[in-house]
């Protein structure tokens, strides 16, 4: 009998930011990488080491040891480090699928610098993998890849195929007990080959092949004595052979043939933590992801790329952007559970992330306004297919139509007339240094006059920016006799028409195009009668004593249930005495606006729920009182229902979730996953070390028994209230306030899952939460409802002057659902998936491209259309489009 192969693959795994802030792990990392490097350069039996399959690292130790990069280069050309493939190990649930392609590229990007990247996608401790990643991987030159968490108890073998939606498959190496199964060898041979008998007796039924022993684990550094003591080993026994090698070798020894098969998502507890309870701690995170990366895909990056001219589209500060959502898309980062440092450091690369994203869309439609041959206001649509809907926009008097129109603010005027001295002048030249006034008001015309006692100002403002309006000169002659006469009074006069901030009904606005502010009168217009809105297509009635709401005669949307939750950032975990809260104490609707566009009520529901739970009894305690309100708002020809839910947090250790009835019972949901949906029963698979609790994840929406629901950030959702095997509710998770990292001993997770290290910030106390979802109970398609709650229109204001024609579309696409629109080298990259199991036929009327990898290299030609099969992803570039 020939000797089994142990494979040692030395490696670390490095958590970037995590029970540490990131500043303090990047110490530890430069000494591991001072250490390393020397190592491999002086030991040739230190073979190979595995750089946790991101290249973060290496941009992080590069920026303190900027002179050993060419040491590193040589060390990784040579195959001895093995860098990549991925920028950062992502959590594959709480980011778009475009991040997680973002970040794949930006691996192999930085990769490519060093050689290259490994062969293998490696998965080591993302938790759980999405249905589509085979798909990716394989899209990206992966046939392999190497994973730990959320396999099924139907895979019984270390080897396996997995398959995507579409039928795309790698074969999968599965770490059965994780990525540190060779940590921390020992340097004496005889007690290393007792570690690896008992390790194969323990998973002995699982192997296929030769052993993947991984010689590492979180922060840990090499081991020097490693070549040694294999030596050793392998001169002292002929049971097992010793090799220090690489993931990538590794899997091409590895059996191919006969091997299971899994299709779609891996979330399963059975023989590893999934930590399911990490979608919903710290909301406020959940929903600055989902905020920035709305920003960012859907409007700053297809904006740029549509309306700015090529020359100038902003790739630099795209990057930074990207880099900083990258950066947050790591497991520890965007899960939250982490000390409040860490925290703070992901939201504030949101924010930044954010404000650039921002920014330059409105850069790019300021660009497009300035295009305009004729003046007036536009529409945009952000969105690959045609739409209606409303759309706000500002106007001045002559613009209003009170018919087609609704006022949802009107600006508040400035005096008429003003005598102002020196001082008071100088105060508002400080606060207007340009035409602007403020958001709704700019000077469109400036005249000054008066003698050299009293200056005459007289100022004319209207509802947009007015080109070739002289301010300057007239702000420095007034300046000019300021400083002649400090006793100077200036008349300062203003002619201020009203200006409005409207909402209008706007039809068949094209994708990816613009059309003039032509609001029509709406055919189901909002009625308000009391408590009561209607128009047509749907009806809500508020009950004032629940504070909950009827939608078509179903009532119950909107209760709010509190629970205490004794887990961690981890896990939700019920206390061992709870006091459920599921009924306000008073209830005051008040109505905000009649219609007929839009009608909303404001609910404003009082709660006594208990302050903590108690640390000695486990028993949920005390009393505060909870504000919550919630806003429902009905829209003309509309059957969504618009919710907004805003509460600051009063109270520690509970879970708060708001309860959706099912106008038919389910077994089922349908979610949105990266790019597909996902279909789920009402049960998880799990063990005693982690019980399966059927929260489950969606990306922006998920359906069930005849109502569908989008949302922004609010990511956990399961199916209640189950009676027979089938559930009558869906219950969103608003708020999971817990006060540690991780805990042991709690009821539905017994053994930690990081450090015992209490996190303030981990309870929410005192952070204003507003929180966006909406819903129908009639039939729709759930990615043309995303859009339509979550990329609303825009609206810019032109004065003419340029070329472009009144109504038009910057990107003809029909037949898939759009991801990204970018440029890359100048040209315009559209990455487009079909979501449905039938084949479809992507248009693009007059166009012809490549459809690319995701390397950018070219896969076939096109022109005019091409064929998506079902659940496909695909990316093209265009080579001939008009801006």
Not at 487 to 493: F, R
Not at 529 to 537: A, F, P, Q, S, V
Not at 637 to 665: E, G, I, M, W
Request: with cysteine.
């Amino acid at each position: 009998m020939s000797a089994r192969q142990i494979n040692v693959v030395p490696h670390t795994h490095w958590d970037r930011e995590w029970y540490e802030p990131f500043q303090t792990f990047r110490l530890k990392l430069v000494d591991l990488l001072d250490h390393l490097i020397p190592l491999l350069e002086s030991d040739p039996s230190y073979a190979r080491y595995l750089l946790d399959g991101q290249m973060a690292v290496v941009d992080d130790y590069l920026e303190v040891r900027p002179e050993m990069e060419d040491r590193l280069r040589r060390l990784a050309a040579s195959g001895r480090v093995a860098m990549g493939p991925w920028y950062i190990l992502v959590d594959e649930f709480l980011v778009t699928g475009e991040t997680i392609i973002r970040d794949l590229q930006l691996g192999m990007e930085k990769g490519a610098a060093f050689g290259g990247v490994t062969s293998v996608g490696y998965l080591p401790d993302m938790f759980g993998h999405i249905a589509q990643m085979p798909q990716i991987l394989q899209l990206a030159g992966f046939a392999d890849t190497v994973l730990w968490r959320g396999v099924p108890s139907a895979v019984t073998k270390s080897g396996f195929n997995w398959v995507a939606p579409n039928g795309s498959s790698v074969r999968a190496e599965y770490l059965v007990t994780g990525y540190g199964n060779g940590a921390s060898l020992p340097d004496d041979a005889k007690a290393l080959v007792r570690r690896v008998a008992d390790h194969i007796n323990d998973i002995g039924e699982f192997l296929l092949g030769d052993l993947l022993f991984m010689n590492g684990s979180d922060h840990l550094m090499p081991q020097a004595h490693l070549g040694r003591v294999l030596t050793e080993a392998n001169e002292i026994q002929d049971d097992f052979h010793f090799v220090v090698t690489s993931l990538a070798e590794h899997i091409a020894r590895a059996p191919r043939e006969g091997l299971e098969t899994w299709r779609g998502e891996l979330r399963s507890g059975y023989r590893s933590n999934i930590l399911m309870g990490v979608l919903s701690n710290r909301i406020d995170v959940k929903k600055a992801t989902a905020l920035v990366e709305r920003h960012l895909e859907r409007r700053a990056e297809p904006y740029s790329a549509l309306f700015v001219p090529a020359a100038k589209y902003p790739d630099a500060l795209l990057r930074v952007a990207w880099r900083e959502v990258i950066r947050n898309a790591a497991h520890d980062s965007i899960c939250a559970c982490s000390v409040d440092e860490t925290v703070d450091a992901v939201l504030h690369r949101f924010n930044e992330a954010r404000a650039i994203s921002v920014g330059l869309a409105d850069r790019a439609l300021s660009s497009l306004a300035g295009s305009f041959a004729e003046g007036g206001v536009y529409v945009v649509n952000p969105s690959a297919a045609p739409r209606s809907g409303l759309v706000e926009a500002i106007v001045d008097e002559s613009e209003f139509d009170p018919a087609r129109m609704q006022v949802v603010a009107e600006r508040t005027t400035l005096p008429d007339a003003m005598t102002l001295d020196v001082d008071g002048m100088n105060t508002i030249l400080s606060v207007v240094q340009d035409n602007r006034i403020d958001d709704t008001a700019w000077v469109h015309e400036v005249s000054l006059g008066g003698d050299n006692s009293v200056a005459q100002l007289v100022v004319h403002v209207g509802p947009r920016e007015k080109l070739g309006v002289d301010l300057a000169t007239v702000r420095q002659e007034l300046l000019s006799k300021m400083g002649a006469n400090p006793d100077l009074q200036i008349e300062l006069s203003l002619v201020q028409p009203a200006i409005r901030r409207v909402v209008g009904h706007v039809v068949d606005v094209p994708g990816f195009g613009w059309k003039p502010f032509a609001p029509i009168t709406p055919s189901h217009p909002v009625v308000r009668d009391g408590y009561t809105l209607r128009n047509g297509l749907v009806s809500i009635a508020v009950d004032s004593t629940t504070g909950t709401f009827s939608v078509n005669g179903l009532a119950g949307y909107g209760q709010l249930v509190d629970e205490g939750d004794l887990g961690d950032s981890y896990n939700y975990s019920p206390p061992r005495g709870d006091s459920v809260v599921a009924a306000p104490v008073s209830v005051a609707v008040t109505p905000l606006s009649d219609g007929p566009l839009t009608s909303s009520l404001r609910i404003e529901s009082t709660y006594e729920i208990p302050s903590h739970i108690d640390e000695d009894s486990h028993v949920r305690t005390g009393s505060i009182t909870q504000q919550v309100v919630t806003t429902v708002e009905l829209r003309a020809n509309d059957a969504t229902v618009f919710v907004t839910t805003s509460f600051t947090n009063v109270a520690r250790d509970h879970r708060l979730r708001v309860l959706l009835p099912l106008p038919r019972p389910a077994a089922t949901s349908t979610a949105e996953c990266a790019f597909t949906t996902v279909t789920r029963g009402l049960t998880a698979e799990g063990r005693s070390e982690e019980f399966g609790l059927p929260t489950f994840p969606s990306r922006r929406f998920v359906a069930a028994g005849g109502l569908t629901v989008v949302h922004e950030g609010i990511n956990e959702y399961e199916l209640v209230n189950v009676v027979d095997g089938h559930a009558h509710a869906m219950a969103l998770t608003l708020l999971r306030a817990t006060g540690m990292l991780s805990r042991i001993g709690m009821a539905l997770r017994p053994l930690p899952a990081g450090p015992l290290t209490p996190v303030e910030g981990l309870q929410m106390l005192g952070r204003p939460l507003e929180l966006h979802y909406a819903l129908t109970v009639d039939p729709v398609d759930p990615y043309t409802l995303a859009d339509h709650v979550l990329a609303p229109f825009d609206s810019v204001a032109s004065n003419g002057g340029g070329n472009r024609k009144a109504e038009g579309t910057a990107l003809e696409i029909a037949g898939a659902v759009v991801s990204a629109v970018r440029r890359v080298g100048g040209q315009l990259e559209v990455r487009v998936f079909n979501p449905t199991p039938e084949p479809t036929s992507v248009q693009l009327p007059d166009q012809r491209g490549w459809i690319v990898d995701l390397r950018g290299q070219a896969v076939r030609h096109f022109e005019g259309s091409f064929n998506l099969q079902p659940f496909e992803i695909c990316t093209f570039v265009l080579t001939d489009v008009t801006q």
